[in-house]
C-alpha cells in the first residue's frame, strides 16, 4: 500500500512530538524518585512473616512508631569525668533536636570496663530519620574533646548509611552509564550524530519509565527501593540501547538495498520488529515471574522492570525509527551507506573481515570448538561451591566507610552488641513468666526486659524472679503495659543483631517459646533479617525453574521448533553458572566480600538468563531467516557473518551499562553489577559467538525439528555445507 507523501512526515513528526512530552514530563518526575522511594525493611517482607506481624502488634504498645539509634562513645583508656560531663551535655541537646521524641533520649550507659558509654535515641517514625541522624552526628562532630571517639549507629544509624550511599544514583549511575555508552557507540559507528540519536532513544524510555513508576507509586500500587531504582535505570539502558542496534543494523542494510528513506524503513522495522519483541518479551516474562516471590522486595523489581522493557520497546520501534527517517544516510556520516554497497551476490561466509573468518572457522572445527567451549564453562562453573550467599550483616551493605558500622563495632566491645536492637517478644499476659523464663534460657540472651508504662525508661528487667523494681528501696513494681491481652518482652543479645550468632539465637527463642505458647511470636531487627533471608531462598528456589520453563515456551513459539530452543536455554544455563564460579572467586579472593544476599543469584539469574537468550534470539532469528534460503548449514555461518558485530557492540554497551552500577557503594549492586557484566561478556563472546553457532552447525537442519527447515534441502546442500573450508 503505497502511503501518502504528507503522511511519511506527519507520522515521524507526531512520534518524535508524543516522545518529546514524554521526556519532559518524565524528567520532571526525576525529582518525586526521592519522594517515593522507600528503603524500610519492613515493606519488602510479606505481610504473614512472624517478624511483620511483630512490628504491626508493637504499635499497640507505643503512641508513635520509633526508630532506635544509639550513640556509642569510647576512650582507649577509662572515660575521665571531662568525658561524663560532656556526654551527658550531649544528650541534652539531642533532646532538642527536630524528630526526637519526647524523653526520648536515654542518660548515659557506662560500660562495665569504663571505657565506653552508649546513648539511646528514639526518633519518631514520622520524622526523616536520615535528618535526624545527621543533627545527631553534627552535634558530635562540633566536639573537641580531645581522645573521645563518637559514633551514631544502631538501625536509624544504618538507615543513614545506606541512603548516603544510594545518594549518587540519579547523577553519577546515569552519569556513568550514557558516558560507557557514548564512548562504545562513536567506536563502533565512528559518527557523532548516531550515538546522540541512539542515547536520545534510550534516556526518552528512560523517562518515560521514571514517570509511569513514580505515578504508580504515588498511587500506593508499587512500592520502590533503592535497588529497584537502580536495576529500573541500568535495564532500560541496557535493553533499549540494544534493541536500537539492531534496528540500525537492519536499517543499514536497508539503506544499501533502496535509495527511499520511508521504503528503508519499512524494509528495517520488518526485518527487526519480531527479534526485538521477542526478545523484550523473554526479558519481560522473566522478570515477571518474581510476582510469585515471598519477598516484597523481589516482587516489586518484576513490574518495574517489565514496565521499563516494554518502553524501551516502545522508543525502539517508534521513536527510533523516526529520527532516522528525519536524520536518513546523515546519520551515519562521515561514512553514509551507498545504494548498491555490500549487496553482490557474493558468499558473505569468503569476505574479508572478522566475522567471515569467525564463520569459516566454526566450518572447520565445529565439533572441537562446542565441546571446548562446553568443557571450559563446566569448569568456570565450579567456582560456585565458593559462592557465600546465605546473606551478610546489614553492616556489610554499604562498601568504604560506614560510621554506623563503626560505632557497631565499638559498641560490641564493650557491651552486649545487640544493645538497642533487642528482639521483640510478643506474649498473652497470662504467659508473660513462662515466657521469660524460656527466653532466659536461651543462651547469647543478656537480659530481659516489659515494655511498662509505670517506668521511667518505658521497661522494666525480667528475671526468673518476675518483674524487678527500678529505683531505691521501696519503689514499686511496675505493672508490665498490655494491649488487647498481650505483653511486650525485649530481649538483649550477646551478638549484634546483624550478626548470624543474633539470628540463630532468634531461631532458639522462637523453637523455646513456642513451646510455651502458640501465640507468642519474636520479631525485631534480628528477625527481620532471619525472615528476609529465609523468604529470599524460597524464592531462588521456586522462581529459577520458572524462568527456565517461560523463556523455553517463548523460544518455541518463536523459533517454532524444540531443538534449538532447549539447547539455546541450555547454552545460557551452563554461561549463566560460569559467570557465577568465577564471580565467587572474585568476591572471595580479591574483594573479600563478607558474603552475598541469598537475592544475587536469583537476580543474575533472571538477568543473565533473559538477557542471554535476547542475544540468541537475534542471531537464531536471522539464522532462521537465512536458513530457509541457504541451507541450515550455510544459514547458521551467514547468520553469525551479519548478525557478529551488531551483536558483540550490544553485548558490549549491555556489560558497561550493568557495569556502571558498581560506582555505587551498594553491596548487592556492586555483586549484582559484576555477575551481569562479565556474564554478558561470556555469553557474547564465547556462547553466541562460538558455542551455538558451532553446536549449530554440527547438528545441522535437525536443529530446526520439528518444523518445517528440518526437512528442507537436498543431502547435497548438507554435503557443501559441511565441507566448507
Known amino acids: ?182 564512548l562504545i557507540l562513536v567506536i563502533v559507528y565512528r559518527s557523532p550524530l548516531l550515538p546522540v540519536i541512539v542515547l536520545g532513544t534510550s534516556l526518552s524510555a ?102 521499563g522493557i516494554a518502553l524501551a520497546i516502545l522508543a525502539a520501534l517508534t521513536l527510533l525509527p523516526a529520527l532516522l527517517l528525519w536524520a536518513g544516510r546523515v546519520a551515519f556520516w562521515p561514512v553514509r551507506p551507498r545504494v548498491g554497497a555490500h549487496t553482490a551476490p557474493d558468499d558473505v561466509i569468503a569476505r574479508k573481515g572478522a566475522w567471515p573468518a569467525v564463520a569459516r572457522f566454526v566450518a572447520r572445527r565445529r565439533r572441537l570448538l562446542w565441546i571446548g567451549s562446553t568443557l571450559l564453562l563446566l569448569v568456570l562453573a565450579l567456582g560456585m561451591t565458593q559462592l557465600k550467599a546465605d546473606g551478610v550483616p546489614a553492616s556489610e551493605f554499604v562498601l568504604g566507610s560506614s560510621q554506623a558500622r563503626d560505632g557497631q563495632k565499638v559498641l560490641g566491645e564493650h557491651f552486649p552488641a545487640g544493645s538497642g536492637t533487642p528482639a521483640i517478644i510478643i506474649a498473652p499476659e497470662p504467659s508473660l513468666q513462662d515466657a521469660a523464663d524460656a527466653a532466659l ?57 546483624d550478626s548470624d550468632a543474633a539470628e540463630a539465637v532468634v531461631v532458639q527463642l522462637r523453637d523455646k517459646l513456642s513451646a510455651v505458647s502458640s501465640d507468642i511470636l519474636v520479631g525485631g531487627q534480628t528477625a527481620f533479617a532471619l525472615d528476609t533471608k529465609t523468604a529470599a531462598i524460597h524464592d531462588r528456589n521456586l522462581i529459577i525453574p520458572l524462568v527456565l520453563v517461560v523463556i523455553l515456551l517463548i523460544l518455541m513459539l518463536l523459533l517454532r521448533a524444540v531443538v534449538a530452543p532447549v539447547l539455546l536455554i541450555a547454552t545460557v544455563v551452563i554461561s549463566f553458572a560460569a559467570a557465577l564460579g568465577v564471580s565467587a572467586i572474585v568476591f572471595n579472593e580479591v574483594f573479600h566480600f563478607a558474603g552475598a544476599d541469598p537475592v544475587v543469584p536469583l537476580f543474575a539469574f533472571v538477568f543473565l538468563v533473559a538477557l542471554g537468550v535476547d ?14 534460503l541457504h541451507g541450515a548449514r550455510d544459514g547458521v555461518l551467514r547468520g553469525l557473518v551479519v548478525t557478529g558485530g551488531v551483536i558483540t557492540s550490544a553485548g558490549v554497551v549491555l556489560a558497561a551499562t550493568f557495569a556502571a552500577l558498581g560506582v555505587l557503594p551498594i553491596l548487592f549492586l556492586a555483586q549484582i553489577s559484576f555477575i551481569v557484566a562479565f556474564g554478558v561478556l561470556l555469553d557474547t563472546f564465547l556462547v553466541r559467538s562460538l558455542l551455538v553457532p558451532a553446536i549449530s552447525y554440527d547438528i545441522g537442519r535437525a536443529i530446526w525439528w520439528p518444523s518445517k527447515l528440518s526437512r528442507t534441502g537436498t543431502a547435497s546442500e548438507e554435503i557443501r555445507g559441511s565441507a566448507r573450508p
Open 1 to 182: 500500500m503505497k502511503v501518502p507523501r504528507w503522511l511519511r512526515v506527519v507520522i515521524p513528526a507526531v512520534l518524535i512530538l508524543v516522545w518529546f512530552a514524554l521526556f519532559g514530563a518524565g524528567g520532571a518526575s526525576f525529582g518525586g524518585l526521592s519522594q517515593v522511594v522507600v528503603n524500610d525493611q519492613a515493606q519488602f517482607l510479606p505481610s504473614d512473616s512472624e517478624a511483620t506481624k511483630v512490628q504491626s502488634l508493637q504499635d499497640d504498645f507505643r503512641d508513635k512508631d520509633v526508630i532506635p539509634a544509639i550513640v556509642v562513645y569510647s576512650r582507649d583508656g577509662a572515660l575521665t569525668s571531662a568525658d561524663k560531663t560532656a556526654i551527658s551535655a550531649d544528650a541534652d541537646a539531642f533532646a532538642d533536636i527536630d524528630g526526637v521524641i519526647d524523653d526520648g533520649v536515654s542518660p548515659a550507659v557506662i560500660s562495665e570496663d569504663g571505657k565506653a558509654a552508649e546513648v539511646f535515641v528514639q526518633i519518631d517514625g514520622s520524622a526523616d530519620s536520615k535528618d535526624v541522624v545527621g543533627a545527631l552526628r553534627d552535634r558530635l562532630a562540633s566536639s573537641d574533646d580531645e581522645g573521645l571517639t563518637a559514633a551514631v549507629t544502631g538501625p536509624a544509624g544504618f538507615t543513614t548509611d545506606l541512603a548516603g550511599a544510594f545518594a549518587g544514583i540519579d547523577g553519577i549511575l546515569l552519569g556513568v552509564a550514557f558516558g560507557a555508552v557514548f
Open 441 to 497: 534460657t536461651v543462651d547469647g540472651v543478656d537480659s530481659l526486659a516489659v515494655v511498662s508504662a509505670d517506668s521511667p525508661s518505658g521497661s522494666a528487667p525480667v528475671t526468673g524472679e518476675g518483674i524487678q523494681a527500678v529505683g531505691p528501696p521501696g519503689t514499686p513494681v511496675p505493672a508490665p503495659t498490655v494491649a488487647n491481652g498481650r505483653v511486650e518482652l525485649q530481649a538483649t543479645l550477646d551478638y549484634a543483631s
Open 206 to 307: 528512560l523517562c518515560a519509565s521514571v514517570l509511569v513508576v513514580v505515578a504508580l507509586a504515588r498511587a500506593g500500587i508499587l512500592v520502590i527501593n533503592g535497588q529497584t531504582q537502580g536495576i529500573l535505570f541500568i535495564l532500560v539502558i541496557g535493553a533499549a540501547t540494544d534493541y536500537s542496534l539492531l534496528y540500525i543494523s537492519r536499517y543499514r542494510e536497508a539503506l544499501h538495498t533502496v535509495d527511499g528513506k520511508w521504503e528503508a524503513t519499512l524494509r528495517a522495522l520488518k526485518g527487526a520488529w519480531e527479534p526485538i519483541v521477542a526478545s523484550g518479551g523473554t526479558v519481560i516474562a522473566g522478570v515477571l515471574m518474581l510476582l510469585v516471590s515471598e519477598l516484597n522486595s523481589n516482587k516489586i523489581l518484576g513490574p518495574v522492570a517489565a514496565i
Open 615 to 628: 542475544y540468541n534470539i537475534f542471531l537464531m532469528t536471522r539464522v532462521r531467516e537465512e536458513a530457509a
